[in-house]
């Protein structure tokens, strides 16, 4: 294809996606300044500052150095590593989300419901952090999983939306590379989803299941190489 035949194919993309969509709420070179990113910012920064309120010691319960150095080792160490774990999968979201929309140069009312549905998960996880605290019970287990999850599923499918047929991105912008990405980005929400399937062995204790989530680094480093190859190779055959 020459220059000519792909600034035709660019200009093409451009105005078929602005005749699909005439409820286009906004164009402009840096969506980072945009309102959605702030208040995405702001949810974030509310949903990591309340994580930290729900580290508590049940101090009214001690009336011992005994008991108090049990409910210092037990709830807030428990507490801790619950709280380090949200915090550092909020983080990921909260990259991911930028990243997307330091990409996207445009926005519709439709990507805009879908970002909504994305920050009510974020504003939800204080909430299940603190039901999973309770995590000997099957029930506190499939709130905190169902949570994040959901979080995951809602920011993949801002990506898919926003970079469909080059709807909410520059024409110019190769996707081949973005859509292994978003395979890529499935792989967390789908494995957690199925690790809930551990809860129907039989006296398997439901904490556990948090522990099968040590696999997905390697999963996901296994994922990340093959998506690299694949990119490389379509290039070269491109």
């Not at 140069?105 to 996880?125: C, E, I, K, P, T």
């Not at 605290?133 to 898919?160: D, N, W």
Request: with cysteine; glycine share 2%; net charge neutral.
């Amino acid at each position: 294809m020459d220059v000519s035949e792909q600034q035709q194919k660019t200009q093409y993309i451009a105005e078929t996606n602005r005749s699909r969509q005439p409820d286009l709420v906004e164009e402009t070179k840096k969506p980072s300044e945009d309102r959605i990113v702030m208040l995405s910012d702001g949810i974030f920064a509310i949903a990591v500052t309340l994580l930290v309120l729900g580290i508590q010691i049940p101090l009214a319960d001690t009336h011992t150095d005994a008991e108090f150095r049990k409910a210092l080792t037990h709830d807030f160490l428990t507490n801790t590593l619950f709280y380090v774990l949200t915090f550092a999968v909020l983080a990921s979201y909260w990259l991911e989300h930028r990243r997307l929309m330091n990409v996207i140069n445009q926005v519709d009312r439709f990507f805009l419901w879908l970002n909504l549905l994305f920050l009510a998960f974020v504003a939800f996880f204080p909430v299940a952090a603190n039901i999973s605290q309770y995590s000997q019970y099957r029930e506190a287990v499939i709130v905190y999983t169902v949570v994040l999850a959901g979080c995951g599923y809602s920011a993949m499918l801002l990506r898919i939306y926003a970079f469909s047929n080059h709807r909410l991105i520059a024409a110019d912008i190769d996707t081949n590379s973005y859509n292994f990405r978003i395979i890529g980005f499935a792989i967390t929400p789908t494995f957690i989803t199925a690790s809930l399937c551990l809860l129907f062995i039989p006296n398997f204790q439901p904490s556990n299941v948090f522990y099968s989530w040590l696999l997905l680094p390697f999963i996901r480093s296994a994922a990340h190489i093959f998506a690299n190859r694949r990119i490389i190779s379509q290039r070269k055959v491109g």
